[in-house]
């Protein structure tokens, strides 16, 4: 091979190697801006307000909405440092495209998710990042996962309050009154399924799911959703 083919070969090869090297700080650098994000998110104890252009509207829920959310569907909103999860990728470019249209990095990070998704003072799911805009309203940055659905909805239903606990205890009684045999109610052959030792019944295991469900709340500390929705603590 002719010495000037060398040059020119050689020449090249250092062109990709220098072409291989920007890429790899471009990439570096891209990787230490997602790790600045996601300290920023995890370290976030404090609410703050952002402002940022262009926000979509209907991403932007006012604390009420919240509230109602998590008291539907038995979850805590937090700032995003009591927050255990792992960050997805998708939620950190989310940051990055607002913090794009932002004069200032964003801050005051506030996670939505079931309790389990949390490190509490005491103490699989479908978390959701939001970021103060103020005027009490927060802005849906991500959410992942898929669990806040109806059946999640029916689970926690019993506990978003005292009305709602005192019907579930109300139902489960009658139906479990409903479904004792006549012939555990009374010695009578002929006995139809009505009559007054079914209200019996129903008295009798209103009673016991009464003394069960409060013996069962004090024993572990029960809170109502209405209650614990923004509770920093398992109780």
């Not at 230490?32 to 370290?43: N, V, Y």
């Not at 700032?79 to 607002?98: D, I």
């Amino acid at each position: 091979m002719p010495h000037g083919e060398d040059n020119e070969l050689v020449s090249l090869l250092k062109g990709q190697g220098a072409i291989m090297q920007e890429v790899f700080s471009i990439l570096e650098a891209e990787e230490k801006k997602d790790d600045l994000i996601r300290a920023a998110i995890g370290s976030s104890l404090k609410r703050a307000e952002n402002r940022v252009d262009g926000l979509d509207p209907s991403r932007i829920f006012n604390e009420a909405e919240i509230r109602n959310a998590c008291v539907k569907y038995r979850l805590r909103f937090l700032p995003a440092g009591h927050y255990k999860g792992v960050l997805p990728l998708e939620a950190v470019y989310q940051v990055r495209q607002l913090e794009a249209r932002s004069s200032a990095p964003l801050k005051g990070f506030m996670i939505l998710a079931p309790v389990s998704r949390f490190k509490l003072c005491d103490g699989n799911a479908d978390p959701m990042l939001f970021i103060p805009v103020g005027g009490g309203s927060h802005y849906l940055v991500h959410r992942w996962g898929n669990d806040m659905g109806p059946w999640r909805a029916v689970m926690g239903w019993p506990v978003r309050g005292p009305m709602q606990l005192a019907i579930t205890v109300l139902l489960v009684s009658a139906i479990l009154a409903a479904l004792i045999p006549t012939g555990w109610l009374t010695p009578e052959p002929s006995a139809g399924w009505w009559g007054g030792y079914r209200f019996g019944a129903f008295f009798s295991t209103w009673m016991f799911a009464c003394a069960a469900t409060a013996f069962s709340w004090f024993t572990f500390f029960g809170q109502f959703s209405s209650n614990a929705w923004n509770s920093k603590t398992f109780n």
